[in-house]
């Protein structure tokens, strides 16, 4: 008898853990850049995103992990964020006017698209 609760305790636990853990996502997706300018930028515009918890670029791979609330906010709102801010990620390419805005030392190599339709629309 006790130790069945035991085990009804731990499966609620359990259960509660999961529940818990759902709203939290970890992706991990390309986004174009070269510098520490670029690493600040790219970060800031993820995290200025509502529901982004965290986000962290790497220099070397130009991956950025990030942590965040899917019901809150998705993939795609984040990567539109970052292309405004002028940096091509996955989904989103950055258009060529905020492109050619950034200091010289972020004009990082753009990223290739298999079609152009992912413009991302801050041109006017
Ligand atoms: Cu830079």
């Not at 085990?7 to 520490?36: D, P, W």
């Not at 004009?107 to 006017?124: G, H, Q, T």
């Amino acid at each position: 008898m006790k130790t069945k609760m035991k085990s009804t305790l731990l499966l609620l636990a359990i259960g509660i853990t999961t529940v818990m853990a759902q709203t939290e996502r970890e992706e991990k997706f390309k986004v174009a850049g070269n510098c520490g300018m670029c690493e600040t930028r790219i970060e800031n515009a993820a995290t200025a995103v509502e529901g982004v918890k965290e986000a962290d670029w790497d220099r070397e791979t130009r991956m950025l992990k990030l942590m965040f609330d899917p019901g809150r906010t998705t993939l795609h709102k984040v990567q539109m964020a970052i292309a405004a801010t002028g940096h091509d990620t996955e989904m989103h390419r950055a258009s060529d006017k905020v492109y050619n805005a950034l200091p010289d030392c972020c004009k990082y190599e753009r990223l290739e698209y298999a079609e152009k339709m992912n413009e991302s629309p801050v041109e006017d």
